[in-house]
């Protein structure tokens, strides 16, 4: 367990509630989000965080809610969305050659869009017919841009059950498809990361609290060449009553199948693998078939989990929930998923760094 003397808190200049932090592809940059509209970088330099950088949606921002990096082989690119269903994509720039400063980048708008419709000119690049027609009234509750070898797409999660995909390998956006997953209350979206063996597959979920109300995880079977096709789970759905917070694939270095962890009321671990005879099996209507199966429940939360990520390897899975803890849990070849560690702080411990952060506006050792 990490001790309160072990942590730090880094002072993040938002001026309202944050609401989402995201790191870079090798954890040397950090984003941040935050009711205020704006969206700041960090760097990392010789152990020490630093503002590098901030900027906003307009001249008078609504909250922003999600924020997230795109892979460092398509530059420094980042994605944000607000309350009131804007969507902003920043790509980082070269400033001009007589900036002589330490950071000699700035950050760009590459493109705007609320609701599927692109602004200005961008307008007449999107299919307007396609995109507009089934305009949502509904917040974006998610951001995700999928793994690098499929591209710099970006997909969008609407609270009312629609996700939409966009092309941003051009110079400009292009809007893709949108899938119906006829569920209400989506709350996050993972992509599977295999980059040849297996098909690519979006997972999307939903934090209805009303267990009655059908499926709270849909899998989608992505293809650049056609529409996204929905894969059969309705087993696993049996299994999933609660509302789910997270979603997260692992790296994938080869493994016949894909690993899901689905966080909830507690987290679940499924693997899952193309059937017997399915491998690239799909047609243009119908997904191949998937053998789910559930491997363990980690339930040492004891409460709501909200979020779940993996390291680098696919080896690790760290979880946070409403018990105050920040755990990692390991697995090995022969044995179940463990707790390996935890992170704790009494309250009183965590008003006094929080207070002691707050007043300082020193940048942070790491």
Request: contains cysteine.
């Amino acid at each position: 367990m990490m001790g309160s003397d072990e942590l730090k808190f880094l002072h993040n200049f938002h001026k309202d509630f944050l609401h989402d932090t995201a790191f870079n592809f090798y954890g040397t940059r950090m984003a941040t989000c935050s009711s205020d509209g704006y969206v700041r970088i960090y760097d990392l330099h010789d152990n020490t965080w630093r503002q590098s950088g901030y900027f906003s949606l307009s001249s008078q921002p609504g909250p922003m809610i999600r924020v997230i990096w795109a892979h460092p082989e398509f530059g420094g690119i980042i994605a944000a969305v607000s309350y009131d269903r804007f969507v902003n994509v920043w790509e980082e720039a070269p400033t001009g050659p007589n900036d002589l400063s330490e950071y000699a980048t700035k950050w760009v708008p590459k493109d705007q869009f609320v609701d599927a419709f692109l602004f200005g000119a961008a307008e007449q690049r999107l299919s307007v017919t396609d995109a507009g027609t089934h305009s949502s009234t509904y917040n974006t509750v998610a951001i995700q841009f999928s793994p690098k070898h499929l591209g710099l797409i970006l997909t969008t999660v609407f609270f009312d059950g629609r996700i939409r995909i966009f092309d941003f390998q051009g110079p400009n956006a292009v809007y893709k498809e949108e899938i119906q997953t006829k569920m209400s209350n989506l709350s996050c979206i993972s992509w599977s990361t295999a980059r040849h063996h297996l098909a690519p597959l979006i997972a999307v979920g939903s934090d209805d609290c009303n267990s009655g109300t059908g499926a709270k995880l849909q899998l989608w079977e992505y293809a650049p060449d056609r529409k996204a096709v929905k894969v059969d789970l309705t087993s696993v759905n049996m299994l999933l009553q609660n509302a789910i917070k997270d979603i997260q694939f692992a790296p994938n270095f080869g493994q016949s199948y894909h690993l899901l962890a689905v966080a909830s009321n507690d987290i679940d671990l499924f693997t899952i693998k193309p059937a017997k005879g399915e491998l690239n099996n799909s047609s243009e209507n119908k997904a191949q078939a998937y053998d789910v199966t559930r491997i363990i429940t980690l339930d040492d939360h004891g409460s709501t989990v909200w979020k779940v990520c993996w390291n680098v390897f696919g080896s690790a899975l760290y979880s946070c929930g409403d018990d105050g803890r920040i755990r990692m849990w390991k697995g090995t070849i022969n044995g179940p998923w463990k707790c390996e560690s935890n992170i704790s702080l009494q309250a009183e411990a965590l008003e006094r760094i929080r207070s002691d952060a707050s007043q300082s506006t020193e940048p942070v050792s790491t």
